[in-house]
């Protein structure tokens, strides 16, 4: 039944490691989202794919590389860790874009933990 | 650049006292705004969307309106279970939406 489902909900790892948060919907949009969000509950846009290509790549370190293997999943993939990255990430999808102010609907969202 | 203003950034009511909450925006090109709630330790849940000056949206106890510059998110004789974050936000001319810092609101019984 859910929506947008994205695992882990939580992820505690050290500084310098190599971590990978997954996404999936069955809502059937064809774009989906990586959103961060700060501990001031600000949420900044990472990453816009729709039909598996990049359409929106923000100001993002390289160290962060999202993948999508099919419309239905995006996953995100994080390198060498800082600890700066600590955060709660949101996955979400929509429909395409043109199709006039569509809503996202998110994940529950990834608490990353950096030590 | 687009810029989204949520005020205020917290708001304390008692049961039953009704109020408001403000967003400003500055965007080229408007092509919705949107009104979210999220509750501690989950995703933005969707509310309304607005499309033009003018348009009004009500479900149970809240009622969204849009200006050309804010939007306002009336909350009628509120209940402890409406206490969450309400998130603003913003599409314009590309697909991504641009989100305010959004008002805590608790609702004391």
């Known amino acids: 039944d859910t929506a947008v489902s994205q695992t882990p909900k939580y992820l505690v790892t050290q500084m310098g490691n190599d971590k990978s948060i997954k996404c999936e919907q069955n809502l059937g949009h064809d774009t989906m989202y990586w959103y961060k969000q700060d501990s001031k509950k600000f949420l900044k846009i990472m990453f816009s794919?729709?039909?598996?290509?990049?359409?929106i790549n923000e100001t993002v370190p390289n160290r962060f590389s999202p993948k999508s293997p099919d419309k239905a999943h995006l996953n995100l993939h994080i390198n060498s860790l800082e600890l700066g990255d600590s955060a709660v990430y949101f996955c979400?999808?929509?429909?395409?874009?043109?199709?006039?102010?569509?809503?996202?609907?998110f994940g529950n969202g990834t608490r990353l933990t950096v030590t | 650049e687009d810029q989204v203003t949520q005020s205020p950034e917290a708001l304390r009511l008692q049961e039953g006292e009704s109020s408001s909450l403000n967003c400003s925006y500055t965007v080229s090109g408007l092509r919705g705004l949107f009104w979210y709630r999220q509750d501690p330790g989950k995703g933005p849940e969707f509310l309304f969307t607005l499309y033009s000056a003018g348009e009004e949206k009500e479900k149970e106890r809240l009622k969204a309106t849009l200006t050309k510059k804010e939007s306002f998110l009336h909350i009628t004789a509120p209940k402890p279970e409406d206490s969450a974050t309400y998130l603003c936000a913003v599409q314009a001319g590309g697909n991504d939406m641009r989100f305010g810092a959004g008002t805590r609101l608790t609702v004391k019984p």
């Open positions: 979400a999808s929509s429909r395409a874009p043109g199709t006039g102010g569509s809503p996202l609907h």
């Open positions: 794919y729709n039909n598996k290509e990049l359409i």
